[in-house]
């Protein structure tokens, strides 16, 4: 073996351990809070010196899947997979790459109006507009105070797109949510008429629209106004002085 093939298979063996973890989590063999045991044990069970271990460590940590808690009563805790963490995940990605805000908006334009057509011609959907009939409540209670109206908001249309049933587009909402909740809050705080208590209720009635129209079962009904009211909010929203995502984490 060279020395090349060597340094390689010593640079892949974290790689392997990470993979090998990653795999047990996922598959429900190992579950939240369970505990790995501590760094000499998991050192035994894969043959490998502490440098590789600690690395495929770091590698499950930054994915949030692992918690390495140091010192005498420590160890290695397990974490399930979750979709805030994906959705906090793709929030950075879409800042490191500059994404503009417009980009995001459309994506929710284009994904929102086909949930709320879905969620309208289903079985459940009485049981879906009474979901989200109490966060159109928890808007109204946090329609003085801009942080809890801006994450109240974004859960809404969380809801919406994850009521249509689809777990894939249930995620893709997840991951735009912490975007659109901080996009939502820096939008309440401006000191004008756009960020005025007048512009939220407004805002609640069109939701309390949408859930009239999707009671009825009407389903080209709500798609037509969620797509109307999603245009006007994406004015709104791009009007602000955030113009990409990664301006928006440092807005406030």
Do not use: C
């Not at 906090?88 to 929102?112: G, H, I």
């Not at 507009?129 to 801009?146: F, M, N, S, T």
């Not at 009239?212 to 079962?217: K, R, V």
């Amino acid at each position: 073996m060279t020395d090349r093939n060597r340094a390689a298979r010593v640079r892949e063996k974290p790689q392997r351990i990470a993979d090998e973890l990653r795999a047990l989590i996922v598959s429900g063999e190992l579950t939240e809070g369970e505990s790995l045991g501590h760094e000499p044990d998991l050192v035994e069970r894969f043959g490998v010196s502490r440098p590789s271990l600690r690395e495929a460590l770091r590698i499950l940590e930054a994915e949030g899947l692992v918690t390495v808690v140091r010192g005498v009563r420590g160890g290695v805790v397990v974490h399930a997979p979750n979709g805030r963490m994906t959705a906090r995940t793709a929030a950075l990605v879409l800042a490191a790459r500059n994404v503009p805000l417009a980009d995001v908006f459309e994506a929710r334009s284009l994904l929102e109006p086909i949930a709320a057509r879905t969620v309208a011609t289903a079985r459940g959907r009485r049981g879906a507009v009474e979901e989200l009939r109490g966060l159109v409540r928890a808007q109204e209670e946090a329609i003085e105070d801009p942080e809890r109206f801006g994450a109240a908001n974004a859960e809404f249309h969380q809801r919406l797109v994850a009521l249509a049933g689809n777990q894939t587009l249930g995620i893709v909402a997840e991951m735009l949510t912490e975007i659109v909740a901080r996009a939502v809050t820096a939008v309440s705080r401006a000191d004008d008429v756009v960020g005025s208590v007048s512009v939220r209720r407004r805002g609640i009635r069109s939701q309390e629209r949408l859930l009239a129209l999707i009671e009825a079962g009407d389903g080209p009904g709500a798609e037509a106004h969620w797509r109307a009211h999603m245009q006007v909010v994406g004015r709104v929203m791009l009007g602000q002085e955030a113009a990409t995502v990664v301006d928006l984490l440092h807005h406030y």
